[in-house]
């Protein structure tokens, strides 16, 4: 490639932030021109983000399209984190001038001093620097290497671990496969939470015991329901396959067919997270139903109507909560059920991302490979989590 | 008065917690091992125990991981936060990878020239034959051999005789054969037999037929650049596996690698296949099962391809390696456990209490002294399949980098042939392409 | 992980037992909580019989108590060590969870009772660690934990995970709903952030705090990638780690000891559970109904 090429890059990244950051601030009234200024040094300072560690490496002409189109892309995310949080920043610094009532919850009563609060978050923000931030940016250090334990070297390699992912069936199969157990868990597990909840919410006679019975299954641990469950579907000596062959007479190869394996990872997460899903219906249904009795225009509809007119949406930011910590749950915990319980098998019928990054990571000891498939799920994670947040503050709406 | 009771007091503690801190200097010698069960975990600890009682100098200490693909991890692990033990086994498939780390040390490097350590004569020429050679590498006598074994086949002669057959099959030709009959009984089992989907099996079926597993004299001349994995032997055998699934005759866990062992014991066990084919090592474990539920197990040569002829099989199971850098006291107590462990009586117990093969010329006479192998002929089937092999390229076994990993992308191929439709060509074609491509990342970064 | 914080939202605002429900009480609604109680609890129970059998016992489903719980207990005890993973495990977790809770009041009290530069710059540094699960994480954090000479000590299993942004917006919001009152009123008595947090906060806040304990401990309990990654032999491990070596490879896994094992492991968590439910249902806004 050329040298000027980098400079290229820039300069239509600059242009680009400083096109956008002027019509946003025109649309609050503030110099455009200000906004092309600080836009255009955003843009250019985002592109460079993943550009110049990389080292340009995407547009080298030996390099095939794939890795450009990855490159572009890359481009256009380091400059959507630069940009976009230089714009909301201003726009609240903005926002707060003009009205400056806002913020500053909770301000009364505070203590004086600045000193003590940093030596009572010094703690939590060292560890939180040491083993959260800096292992996730050496992640994608790790994503553009070839790197072995024990190996002689490690190479330098662009970014062929993220565009090897496209062509690699494993891996793409493994994507359906974790949205599809996700999915299965959220759906089953939450229309059995629910159900559920909806006989043991009620103030009658024992309650508390029943809810105790119900929700402990909540302090096992993923390993041991994969354990648990290893027995229970185990072709010889299962006692499910022995309940199904005197009943209905029929056996279902839990653990070797693959149509049926991912079922059983989904029944032995359904079973451990059915106890946590429960407890937040029944503290959703006990606010719901004061709230049904303070409205009394339901008065005559049916037990089915009331439940889905009045009852189901008022349920729903519960549930939008539950469906993402078990979305959560199905990504992450799931990994040690499977561990134990199929080992990703059979036909990879149960490998999801997680227990993929295990195998290709530390079985395989393939650690470049390992490191951009977590990048692929931690932008999975932060979509998740973006909604979460949307999420919570319906909750806070709703709740207080 | 008081003051000096005091003193004697407080002296008479201090006294008490230095003498122990002398007493027990102890020198750590911790050994880790692929196996948990009472029989083999808990044989290696008795050792351990008794070699400390001789020896109160050294603390060794047997650890058990659950199968030979995690200890082979952890130990990668454990060389990154240099906390590696003084011994540990690594499995055939290895050696490679041990080569080229440098985590080891050979064990003639080590011995040197000294013809005993602590007392413990040093002889290897004690080891049999084919033992010896298969540990020596690059002339050098480099792990020490322990569980040494055979893929070998068991049959449940009751269910066998009941259907007429008399022997147990020793062709593929002969197990569909033998299948039909068994498959046609009233008390017919479930399925007729089963294998672990492990890469040792598969190695050893194209072995038989004396194919290569990869390039440059299976990794032996030079070292290898390609895997051949997808010839002639390897569809001859995913074809035959597919159909023996196809006829319902075999029995497919789903289980892949080290997870896959225990599956076939527990279908053996309960009669839920009439034959298997097992590792050598399990011999006690399958014959016994068999005495205590009432059906005769006999053991037999790994059935081959009647189209191709049997050219041999190859030595499996792990050994015992040597870290490097050790202290002296740590290799030398190391060496020594080692060295006892192979000892002519417990060379000769390990091997009846499992089935592995009795690795010393010592151990064999003395077995062959007390009529064992008379009296338990399952127990020499490993032995004699080895000794009338045919030492080729193909039966010596491949020496490749990242061959766990390149394992499991072999025992993926044989699922996917199993439980999908798709030809077998087109699956070991692409099973080809995957492990060429692992190990052509693995030679990147370690070939000199 | 970020699941606690919804509790606070639903107030335990109301006393009186809610007379109109959605379904009457009846003997049926008695009978299918039963039922679904057995279900639900079955496959524990299940374990537990088990636990006491052989391979053979279990493979004839004989459904009564066996007698091989001698047998099972020695080899999970003594042929697998499974007294020590415990031990470790239970060391880990009681300090994590003492830890974590310590550092989540203390954050929460700085950044509720106190004003400084870069408050929300703080904020969202924390914040955004919710996004950054350990899981995907590790191998990174291994060479990091590795680098610093961690490796194979209990350190790496602890200091990594006492910071929790969970707990700290935990704490956040719920000294957030305490009125300003109280405070104005110790800093009039003279009293200094601690005092006020161990005297006023901390007593106020039980059941969240409560409620934390049993999350964390239950997450640190069950913690299973990060301990088999950067913990190499027994010495150190932990429970969760440990009970691989009763599934075991060279062998059909033996159910007896495998479950006992299972059970013996299920035990510490349950038992917080239980002990601490009261303060778990309440930190949820749940058991004010008798």
């Not at chain 1, 022995?242 to 653990?255: C, E, M, Q, R, T």
């Not at chain 2, 296949?273 to 197990?297: H, I, K, L, R």
């Not at chain 2, 390990?350 to 006479?365: F, K, R």
């Not at chain 3, 091989?68 to 300090?95: D, H, K, P, R």
Request: proline share 4%; with cysteine; net charge negative.
């Amino acid at each position: 490639m050329t040298a000027q090429a980098p400079l290229l890059i820039h300069v239509i990244a600059a242009l680009i932030g400083a096109v956008y950051l002027a019509w946003r601030f025109q649309r609050i009234q503030v110099s455009p021109a200000l906004g092309g200024m600080i836009g255009a040094a955003a843009g250019a300072v985002g592109s460079a983000i993943f550009m110049l560690p990389l080292n340009y490496c995407t547009f080298e002409s030996e390099r095939s399209l794939i890795d450009a189109v990855f490159g572009v892309l890359l481009i256009g995310i380091g400059m959507a984190l630069v940009v976009l949080p230089v714009d909301a920043l201003i726009r609240s610094v903005v926002m707060r001038r003009r009205n400056p009532n806002m913020g500053g919850t909770a301000q009364a009563g505070a203590f004086k001093g600045w000193l003590l609060p940093i030596v009572f978050l010094a703690p939590t923000l060292i560890v939180l620097t040491l083993f959260l931030y800096y292992p996730s940016l050496d992640t994608f250090r790790l994503s553009t290497l070839l790197a072995r334990l024990g190996a002689r070297r490690t190479l330098f390699v662009c970014v062929d671990n993220f565009t090897s992912l496209v062509s690699d069936g494993d891996y793409l199969n493994s994507f359906v496969i974790t949205i599809f157990i996700s999915a299965a868990i959220v759906v089953l597990g939450l229309a059995l939470a629910l159900g559920i909840a909806l006989l043991a919410y009620q103030p009658i006679k024992g309650a508390r015991i029943y809810r105790t019975l119900l929700i402990w299954p909540y302090a096992i641990s993923p390993v041991v329901a994969g354990v648990i469950f290893l027995l229970l579907f185990n072709p010889t000596g299962g006692i499910v396959n022995y309940a199904l062959d005197n009943v209905f007479g029929i056996k279902i190869g839990w653990l070797n067919d693959p149509t049926a394996a991912p079922w059983a990872v989904i029944i032995a997460s359904v079973w451990k997270s059915l106890g946590y899903n429960i407890l937040f219906y029944i503290a959703g249904l006990q606010n719901v139903s004061k709230d049904i009795r303070e409205a009394a225009s339901i008065d005559g509809a049916n037990v089915a109507q009331r439940f889905f007119s009045v009852v189901l949406p008022l349920l729903s930011p519960i549930t939008f909560f539950l469906v993402i910590t078990n979305m959560t749950y199905a990504f992450f915990e799931t990994f040690g059920t499977i561990d134990y319980l199929t080992g990703g098998g059979p036909l990879n019928s149960t490998s999801t991302l997680m227990y993929n990054i295990y195998e290709v990571g530390i079985t395989n000891n393939d650690l470049g490979k390992a490191a951009a498939q977590s990048i692929v799920l931690f932008a999975l994670v932060i979509g998740l989590t973006v909604v979460q947040f949307r999420t919570s503050g319906n909750r806070v709406n709703y709740g207080a | 008065m008081r003051k000096s009771f005091l003193f004697v007091v407080l002296a008479a503690m201090l006294a008490l917690a230095v003498i122990p801190a002398f007493a027990q200097e102890t020198v750590d010698v911790p050994v880790w091992i692929a196996f948990t069960d009472e029989n083999r975990l808990g044989w290696a600890q008795d050792r351990a125990v008794e070699y400390n009682e001789m020896f109160p100098q050294y603390n060794v200490t047997v650890e058990g991981y659950a199968n030979y693909e995690e200890l082979f991890a952890s130990t990668a692990l454990a060389a990154e936060q240099g906390t590696l033990p003084a011994v540990v086994q690594y499995f055939e498939v290895a050696t490679q990878d041990a080569r080229d780390s440098g985590y080891f040390k050979p064990i003639a490097e080590a011995i040197g020239d000294r013809t005993d350590i602590n007392g413990i004569a040093v002889n290897f020429d004690d080891f049999v034959g084919p033992v010896r050679e298969y540990y020596t590498i690059d002339g050098v006598f480099t792990s020490m051999p322990w569980n040494t074994s055979s893929a070998i086949y068991f049959s449940n002669m009751t269910i066998l005789d009941a259907a007429g057959v008399d022997t147990p099959p020793t062709t593929w030709a002969e197990i569909d054969a033998a299948c039909e009959l068994v498959m046609a009984l009233e008390t017919a089992p479930e399925y007729c037999w089963t294998f672990p989907n492990h890469g040792w099996f598969f190695e050893q079926w194209i072995a038989q037929q004396d194919e290569q597993f990869a390039n440059n004299g299976n990794g032996r001349e030079e070292r290898a650049t390609e895997v051949s994995i997808n010839n002639d032997g390897s569809v001859a055998l995913l074809t035959f596996l597919d159909e023996q699934l196809a006829k319902g005759y075999l029995y497919y866990s789903g289980a892949q690698g080290g997870d896959s062992w225990g599956t076939v014991d527990q279908a053996f066990s309960t009669q839920q296949v009439a034959m298997a084919a097992y590792s050598s090592s399990d011999t006690a474990t399958y014959t016994n099962v068999g005495t205590d539920n009432g059906f005769e197990v006999v053991a037999s040569f790994l059935p081959y391809n009647e189209v191709t002829g049997w050219t041999g099989n190859l030595i499996g199971g792990a050994s015992l390696w040597l870290v490097d850098g050790l202290s002296t006291e740590v290799e030398d107590g190391a060496l020594g456990f080692l060295l006892s462990i192979n000892s002519t009586e417990n060379a000769a117990a390990w091997h009846q209490l499992t089935g592995y093969i009795a690795v010393t010329t010592s151990a064999n006479e003395l077995l062959t002294e007390q009529g064992w192998f008379e009296e338990n002929p399952n127990f020499s089937v490993a032995a004699d399949q080895l000794a009338q092999s045919t030492i080729t390229t193909a039966t010596s076994g491949a020496i490749i980098g990242a061959f766990p990993s390149i394992r499991s992308v072999v025992t993926q191929a044989v699922d996917t042939a199993l439980l999908t439709d798709e030809p077998v060509a087109d699956v070991l074609a692409a099973a080809q392409e995957d492990a060429n491509t692992v190990l052509e990342e693995y030679n990147l970064l370690n070939a000199e | 992980m970020a699941t606690t914080t919804a509790s606070e939202t639903y107030p335990a605002d109301y006393v009186e037992p809610v007379r109109r429900t959605l379904l009457p009480e009846r003997w049926y609604i008695h009978a299918a909580l039963w039922v679904i109680c057995l279900i639900v609890g079955f496959p524990l129970f299940y374990a537990v019989l088990v636990a006491t059998q052989n391979n053979s016992n279990v493979y004839a489903y004989q459904f009564l108590p066996g007698d091989q719980f001698e047998n099972n207990w020695n080899i999970v005890m003594n042929l697998a060590n499974l007294g020590n993973y415990m031990l470790n495990s239970i060391f880990i977790t009681v300090l994590v969870t003492a830890g974590k809770t310590i550092l989540s009041l203390l954050a929460g009290l700085a950044f509720v009772y106190f004003r400084f530069p870069g408050k929300w710059i703080v904020f969202g540094f924390v914040l955004v660690t919710l996004m950054m699960p350990t899981e995907i994480l590790v191998i990174a954090l291994f060479r990091f934990v590795n680098s610093i000479g961690w490796g194979n000590n209990y350190l790496a299993l602890i200091v990594p995970f006492i910071a929790s942004a969970t707990g700290a917006f935990l704490f956040r919001q719920h000294f957030a709903n305490i009125p300003a009152e109280l405070s104005e009123a110790a800093q009039l008595d003279g009293a200094n952030p601690l005092t006020f947090l161990i005297r006023v906060l901390i007593p106020m806040s039980m059941n969240t705090i409560g409620a934390l304990v049993v999350i964390q401990f239950v997450y640190v309990w069950n913690m299973y990638l990060w301990p088999a990654l950067i913990i190499q032999g027994q010495e150190r491990q932990v429970v969760q780690v440990g009970l691989r070596t009763l599934v075991g490879a060279d062998v059909g896994i033996s159910f007896g000891p495998l479950m006992l094992g299972a059970v013996i492991a299920s035990l510490p968590p349950v038992i917080i559970f239980v002990l601490l439910q009261k303060q778990f249902m309440s930190g949820f806004a749940l058991g004010r109904d008798k």
